[in-house]
Every structure is written in C-alpha cells, then in structure tokens.
C-alpha cells in the first residue's frame, strides 16, 4: 500500500507539471482580422454542442433539421449551429456567410463562388492557382493560418473531393518549433460532437472556407461566382467590357475582354484571355490609377469650418 500510495503521488505531481510544461510551449495566435460578433456566437453555440453523441442507428438532430436524419452529419451540425445563430440573434448568415448543404464538393463550391475559398496547397479545380492579397507568390501549404469561423474542408478518400469539414475556434504556435496547430470543434467525430487539433501542414487538409476575403483566384472561362463580377466590372470600367457582360460569368466577352488588355504592349503581359496573377496586378494598377484622378470616386467631406 505504501509503494501504491508513492506511486500515486508521483503519477500526481506529473499530471500538474506536464499540462503546465504543454501549455507553456503553446501559444494562442491572435486573429489577423477582428472576430464579428456572429463568430463569436457561432462557436459558442458550437462548444455548447461538445459532447452530443448520436442515438440509435446514426439518428441526430442536425440531421433530422438539414432532411435526412440518418446522414453523416459533420456538415449538418454546423449548418445547424449558424442556423441557430440567426434564430437567437436575428442574423441572416446561412446561405449567405456560411453555406447550406450537405453533399461531397457543395460546400467547397459555396466558398468559392462567394470568393472566399483559400486552398491548402496545388490549384482550384476549374480555376487555377491563388495568391494571398498583397503577395505575388501562389500559397503554398501553411502560408494561410485560419481564423476563428474559418471551415476546414478535408479529404479522407482522394486528393480532391471533399469528405468532412471542421469549424475553426483558435491556431496555436509551438513556441520551440515554430509549428501551428488548428484547434476545431466538428461534427460527426466519429459519432460525437467533439473537439480537435490538426497541424497547419496536415496533408488531409484541403482548404478553407474563410470568414474573410483574403485571397485572389487565377480565372478562366467558365468560372462563375462573385471575384469574376468583379474583375468584370474592372474591365467595365476602364472600357474594356460592356456592361451587360458583367454577368458573374466568365464568358467569350469576358475571355476577349482579357486578351484585349494582355495585348497592350505597355501592360507586357502574355496572352492567353486568363486572368492569372499577373494580368489582375496590371489590371488593378490600372483600375486604381483612374479611380484616384476620377471626381466621381472623390469622397465629399462636410465641414462645419467657415
């Protein structure tokens, strides 16, 4: 009994120090970007749900409000919990902040359309490589740290489609290392409400749906969603595309509208009627220079100064 008791001391004092020495070598990092009010809601309302398990034969209540009560639900619960965040606060975030779904890729889509889809490393399917605003290197793995509100969409069967998805609630930094890890709360883990972590370089780890816009696409014939309505009416305006083309589509006007502008040998720009980093860099000079000598854009400000 006594060499049982030591022991227990021992195994004791050990789970205060290593916890204490963990926590020293993690830091919290501080959000880029303010946190809205309704993240903060929404992981509140998500950390509530920790530790809900579903009931017989895979039955939850997230599934049961997205239709299918039976479903694998790891998108359910947090469409679940935005959509709790409009009921008590009044918001109107799903479909519109965060997306409704529940099948493979749609929620991926949904960020992409919205333009704000940031991927792990490689190209957008459909679209091409991306880069951080203010960069002029593509992003390549760990150059994005998520923020809180941020989805994380992995794969678990290829190297592309979408298999579950997570809600970020914080990153920390290993202060010895240097290396990031992504603390989440997900749905569907493997039965349970539950938080995790995964390294920022996870290779399962296919990319984010952001709270905020922080990246640019490389855009292509084809492409629709809300970053090609904006690079449409940049061309718009400095007369390069009619207005009724200003579609959200990327379409034959669109793709002439591009090599018109990569033709100009002041812009020295390869033509090829893609808006890759490039062509948007000149054209976002461009665009910004005439704003600033445009009166239209002049901002009036009252005084009350004789």
């Known amino acids: 009994m006594r060499i049982n008791r030591s022991l227990f001391v021992i195994l004791l004092i050990a789970s205060m120090i290593i916890p204490s020495a ?3 070598e993690e830091k ?9 009010d309704y993240v903060i809601h929404l992981l509140e309302i998500a950390s509530e749900e920790v530790g809900y398990t579903e009931k017989e034969h895979g039955w939850t209540k997230y599934g049961e409000w997205a239709g299918d009560p039976y479903c694998q639900w790891c998108a359910e619960f947090q469409c679940w919990c ?9 918001t109107s975030l799903l479909n519109e902040v965060y997306p409704r779904y529940s099948g493979t890729n749609t929620g991926r889509n949904w960020f992409i359309s919205a333009g704000r889809y940031v991927i792990r490393k490689g190209r957008v ?4 490589y ?8 593509f992003i390549s793995s760990g150059d994005y740290i998520p923020q809180p509100g941020d989805w994380v969409f992995f794969t678990w069967t290829s190297d592309t489609d979408t298999d579950h998805v997570a809600l970020v609630e914080y ?53 629709k969603g809300r970053k090609v309505k904006e690079l449409q009416e940049k061309l718009a305006y400095l007369g390069l595309l009619a207005d009724e ?17 990569q033709q100009d040998p002041e812009n020295h720009l390869k033509v090829s009627g893609i808006a890759n980093i490039s062509t948007q860099q000149r054209l976002n000079e461009l665009y910004e220079a005439k704003r600033d000598m445009d009166p239209n854009t002049w901002q009036v400000i009252d005084s009350d100064d004789d």
């Open 22 to 24: 963990v926590r020293c």
């Open 28 to 36: 919290r990092i501080d959000p880029l970007w303010p946190v809205p």
């Open 82 to 90: 935005v959509d709790q965040v409009d009921r008590r606060f009044g």
């Open 125 to 128: 399917d459909g679209w091409g």
């Open 130 to 137: 991306e880069w951080l605003k203010g960069n002029t290197s």
């Open 171 to 223: 990153c920390t930094v290993n202060t010895e290392d240097g290396s990031v890890r992504i603390h989440v709360i997900e749905g569907n883990k493997p039965s349970s409400v539950a938080r995790d972590e995964y390294d920022l370089n996870y290779s399962r780890i296919l990319g984010y749906g952001t709270v905020h816009d922080v990246a640019d696409i490389t855009m292509q014939h084809g492409c």
């Open 245 to 261: 083309h200003i579609t959200g589509t990327f379409g034959t006007a669109t793709a002439e509208a591009i090599r018109l502008f």
